[in-house]
Each structure stands twice: as C-alpha cells, then as structure tokens.
C-alpha cells in the first residue's frame, strides 16, 4: 500500500475518521443492513462524503471483509498520522507528553494512544528509528483515539529529551529501580515528559542518564512486570488524578 494510504474498520474508528476532516477519504464501504448502516455517528457524518459511498449486500461484503469483526464498515483514507514536534518554551501549564522508546508492538502501541488520548495527555513522542509506525493495527486498537492525539515522530530521541528539558519540561522515566519511587508518589503537575520503554528492553541508557525522576510500580504477584500499556495506563491516569484532586 502506498505511503500515508490507510484502512481502518468498525463502527468507532470509522466515525473518528469520517468526523475529523481531517484525512481524504478514497472509499466508505457499507454493508446492508449491518449495525454501521443504523449507527447514528455513522449515519451523521455520511452526508459529507457521499461521493465516496459504496453499498455492499452482506454476501458481497462478507467475501470480502470476512475475516474482520467490521461491524458493517469501512473506510480507506489517505493523510499524515504523525506530526512534528512543536516548541513549548511559551507555554505554561499541565503539558503532559508521553516518550515511548522502542515500543515494537503494534497492539501495545495502539492500547496506550487510546489511554493516553482518555487520560488527558497533550501528545505521543515516539522515535523513527526501533519503534513501531502507526500502522492499520495500531490505528484499529486506538479504536480511533488516534485522530484526537497529536502523534509526534522524532529522529534523536535523546536530543528531543535534552530540548524539552530545555523548555522547562521535568523529565520522568518509568523504570524499575531502587532509585524509583512508587508510581503515586512522583509529581505529575506542571510540563512533564513520561518516558516508557520496551517490556524486553527498557529505555536507552542514554536516555535514561536524562531524567530527573524514576518511577515505578510494585509487584505483589508472582509475575514481575506489567504489560507496558498496562503500567503506562497506571502511569497516567495517576496524573489524571492529581490534576483533578
């Protein structure tokens, strides 16, 4: 598939799409009498792309599409995903950006777009270089979430670090340390850089020698981590918190 061209399906991510106007839509593929053709998200942002709609009869679209649970739709879309990163030296405030460094899974990096856009945060950093790209897959997981969050990719991760530093940013790493404190017990407030790393692999040392606080998530069971997403979750949401209390 030719670069910047993508497909996504289901109800909630196709919606996210249509709605943003953001992309060019290529097709919008229907299926009779599916849950899409009742959908009232659907059904509302239609009528700005009726050029592009095809009907299919569920035997047609089911040869075709089969294989996936589409709920009835799906939308072929061509645009930029990523962005570049902006400066924030004017600007004040709870900015909270999240670093993730060699994360190559592309269901992992889809679940924390969705978590990220639900948990407030102002944007995604991730590297050109051992990272997975926002692919179909990582879209679908995002179950649209992508459209909502600013998506930055970067070439020298730990270059942008020293730069956001620079810009007042505090810098804190999610790492399993004696250093560390526990997750709830670390400042979320102000401009802050959370950085997440790989479940094998961690975080770059050199990116890691960057950091101004480590934080961590203790264990009680018998296994020793978390699914990356599933702390970065934690993680967030814990700042969420304490912006809200």
């Known amino acids: 598939m030719p670069k910047d061209q993508y497909t996504i399906f289901g109800i909630n991510g196709c919606a996210a799409v249509l709605e943003s106007r953001k992309y060019k839509i290529n097709d ?11 959908d009232g998200k659907i059904t509302h942002v ?3 792309h009726g050029g592009h709609i095809q009907f299919l009869n569920s035997g ?8 996936w649970r589409t709920q009835g739709i799906i939308v072929r879309f061509t645009g930029k995903i990523e962005k570049n990163l902006p400066s924030f030296k004017n600007k004040s405030g709870n ?5 993730l460094d060699r994360i190559k899974d592309p269901q992992n ?44 990719k970067v070439g020298n991760l ?5 730069n956001l530093k620079n810009e007042e940013f505090w810098v804190i790493a ?10 709830h ?28 606080f480590l934080s961590t998530i203790p264990m009680q069971g018998k296994t020793d981590s978390l699914n990356v997403s599933a702390a970065v979750s934690a993680v967030l949401f814990e700042r969420l918190r304490q912006l809200s209390s």
């Open 109 to 152: 990096l889809g679940q924390i777009i969705r978590t990220a856009e639900c948990a407030g945060i102002s944007g995604i950093i991730i590297s050109t270089h051992d990272s997975c790209d926002v692919t179909d897959t990582v879209m679908q997981v995002s179950q649209g979430a992508f459209v909502q969050i600013p998506i930055y």
């Open 46 to 48: 239609l009528g700005y």
């Open 60 to 67: 047609q679209f089911k040869s075709k599409f089969g294989k």
């Open 158 to 162: 730990h270059q942008t670090v020293t």
């Open 95 to 99: 900015i909270g950006l999240l670093v």
């Open 185 to 212: 017990k670390v400042d979320y407030t102000g401009k802050v850089l959370i950085i997440a790393g790989s479940e094998g692999r961690g975080i770059k040392k050199l990116v890691l020698d960057s950091c101004d």
């Open 28 to 38: 919008i593929l229907i299926q009779s009498g599916s849950p899409a053709e009742r």
């Open 174 to 183: 999610m790492e399993n340390s004696v250093q560390a404190k526990a997750w």
